[in-house]
């Protein structure tokens, strides 16, 4: 079964000057402010569609891995995994960069590299990105 879910956002003026909210509109869970200032320079008290996107990330890859070594009768005491996504202004989105801490009882050091790396590239969020590189930094605890 397909499931869609549903943002909206509300913009009012100008790229630079001009300011909108996001809403999570499926869920109804949060609304955020948008503004370009806080795509373009980083100003804090806003989010922008990258960090969205990376929260995306991080959800969807966490989930990805915790699959994968379910399926392999593993379970994960945690998983804290950050997703930096970078956009430069005139070119994009140039990347994504995964930053995993794991906790995972009874797994070598080289499975969980493999089931890491194999999590990153059967991401749906990554492929979704399949356009920019994606890169990994993973640690087991």
């Known amino acids: 079964m397909a499931i869609t879910s549903e943002s909206h956002t509300h ?16 869920s109804g869970a949060a609304t955020f402010d948008v503004t370009w200032a806080a795509r373009s320079t980083g100003e804090t008290g806003t989010t922008n569609p ?13 989930m990805a891995l915790s699959h994968a070594l379910g399926g392999a009768g593993y379970t994960p005491d945690s998983l804290d995994v950050t997703a930096a996504v970078t956009f430069v202004p005139g070119e994009g989105v140039t990347g994504s960069h995964l930053l995993l801490v794991a906790s995972i009882p009874g797994l070598s050091e080289d499975e969980f590299h493999r089931f890491a790396e194999e999590a990153k590239a059967g991401c749906p969020i990554s492929q979704a990105l399949a356009g920019v590189p994606i890169t990994l930094e993973a640690s087991l605890t």
């Open 50 to 62: 990258e960090e969205l996107l990376g929260a995306a990330h991080s959800a969807c890859y966490s």
């Open 11 to 26: 913009w009012e003026g100008s790229l630079a000057e001009g300011h909108g909210q996001t809403r999570l509109q499926s």
